[in-house]
């Protein structure tokens, strides 16, 4: 079941609601405010501060960490539901094939799992490998794929840092052109309102993207490991013989609180 949800993937409401309410919110209070879109909406703006924030994160960053960074966007905008209470059942059936036809009945089902994590620390325990052997390969995993994770975050993270200063930088650029009609004070003013919508923009991409987005991948991270540590537990309750119902709970305290009258909703 848990492989199932794993597989799918629904859109995260949250990432989405709150852009459409940072822009709405600023957009919203410009409006408000007497202003027009258009005072906003400078194409060149958006290139220069874009531009100069790819190219100083690139210069930063290697290459793949930067590719993979752009990748783990999906994760962002996209949610792979892998319900930890689905993960449970699967598991405790797993405790019990093996506690009444010993473990080596799991090696069909091990191959058969979706998850690389649950698969390979499955197989691991089907093959007789060593329990303390079993528990370092998949912390071992573990910390990998978590060190990944942030590194993937530093990338949006130095994005965030560095978006404020080309933003400056493109107003400098604004204030540049500005000058060369200083003859004509309606053309001054005009060219000073523009020159600061780059500024608008990379205190605006870093506040409401790019770092927003570094937190989310990091939080993302943190419940996949939580996830991979109730794995871990499972496989290891398996291996050491442990009645279900013991393994049941204490993988029970992965799972998230339930709400007060979740349980009787259903009496």
């Known amino acids: 079941m848990a492989d199932k949800a794993k597989s799918g993937g629904r859109p995260d409401i949250a990432t989405l609601l709150g852009i459409v309410v940072a822009l709405g919110g600023i957009v919203g209070g410009l409006i408000l405010e007497g202003g027009k879109i258009s005072d906003i909406a400078q194409v060149t703006a958006a290139i220069i501060v874009l531009g100069g924030t790819i190219g100083a994160v690139l210069i930063s960053m290697p290459l793949h960490v930067c590719i993979n960074a752009?990748?783990?966007?999906i994760g962002v905008f996209l949610e792979k539901a892998q319900p930890v209470e689905s993960v449970i059942e699967q598991l405790i059936e797993y405790a019990n094939k093996a506690r009444k036809n010993g473990i080596v009945a799991l090696e069909q089902d091990a191959n058969a799992v979706q998850d690389p994590f649950l698969r390979k620390g499955l197989n691991l325990a089907v093959d007789g490998t060593d329990l303390q052997e079993i528990r370092k390969m998949l912390e071992l995993e573990m910390a990998l794929e978590e060190h990944h994770a942030e590194s993937e975050a530093k990338v949006f993270e130095a994005a965030g840092g560095y978006a404020p200063t080309i933003g400056i930088i493109g107003a400098v650029l604004g204030l540049i052109q500005v000058m060369k009609d200083l003859a004509d004070i309606e053309?001054?003013?005009?060219?000073?309102?523009?020159?600061?919508?780059?500024?608008?923009?990379?205190?605006?991409?870093?506040?409401?993207?790019?770092?927003?987005?570094?937190?989310?991948?990091?939080a993302r991270a943190h419940q996949a490991m939580q996830v991979k540590e109730m794995m871990l537990e499972g496989i290891i309750g398996i291996v050491e013989g442990l009645n279900p119902k013991l393994i049941r709970s204490k993988l029970e305290a992965f799972a998230p609180p339930k709400k007060p009258g979740a349980g009787k909703a259903g009496k």
């Open 187 to 218: 053309k001054v003013g005009h060219g000073i309102a523009v020159s600061f919508v780059a500024t608008v923009y990379g205190v605006g991409v870093a506040n409401i993207f790019f770092l927003p987005v570094a937190n989310k991948i990091k």
């Open 70 to 73: 752009t990748k783990s966007l």
